[in-house]
C-alpha cells in the first residue's frame, strides 16, 4: 500500500510560480510512473502531467505546455510539479496518483488527497 501526500499548494498572483511536491511511502516509489491531476470547481478531472519510472519520459496536457515541469527524486519517494507562469485558469485542486503502466488506460493504483492551488488575476 502507497500512501501519497501532496505539499506546497497556496495563494499566488497570475505570473507567479509554485512548486509542489508529492512525497511517497509504504511501498516501491521507482516502479510507478508518476503523474499529476487537478479539478477545478465544477469541472472534470484533468490529467496534468506524467512521469516514467527513470524520469526519462514525460509528458503533458498541451496546456500547461512550456509552463509545468514535471520531475522526481527516487532517493527522497518524491514527485514535484514545478509551474511557472500560472494564470487563473490553474486554479484547481493539484493530485499526485500512482499507475504501474504508462499507458492512462491501466489506471492509477494509488492517490493523494489533493492541494490547493489558486491563482488571481
Known amino acids: 500500500q502507497v500512501q501519497l501526500v501532496e505539499s506546497g499548494g497556496g495563494l499566488v498572483q497570475a505570473g507567479g510560480s509554485l512548486r509542489l511536491s508529492c512525497a511517497a511511502s509504504g511501498g516501491t516509489f521507482s516502479r510507478y510512473v508518476m503523474n499529476w491531476f487537478r479539478q477545478a470547481p465544477g469541472k472534470e478531472r484533468e490529467f496534468v502531467a506524467r512521469i516514467s519510472t527513470s524520469g526519462y519520459s514525460t509528458s503533458y496536457v498541451d496546456s500547461v505546455k512550456g509552463r509545468f515541469t514535471i520531475s522526481r527524486d527516487n532517493a527522497k519517494n518524491t514527485v514535484y510539479l514545478q509551474m511557472n507562469s500560472l494564470k487563473p485558469d490553474d486554479t484547481a485542486v493539484y493530485y499526485c496518483?500512482?499507475?504501474?503502466?504508462?499507458?492512462?488506460?491501466?489506471?492509477?493504483?494509488?492517490w493523494g488527497q489533493g492541494t490547493q492551488v489558486t491563482v488571481s488575476s
Open positions: 496518483a500512482a499507475a504501474r503502466d504508462w499507458s492512462p488506460r491501466s489506471g492509477y493504483d494509488y
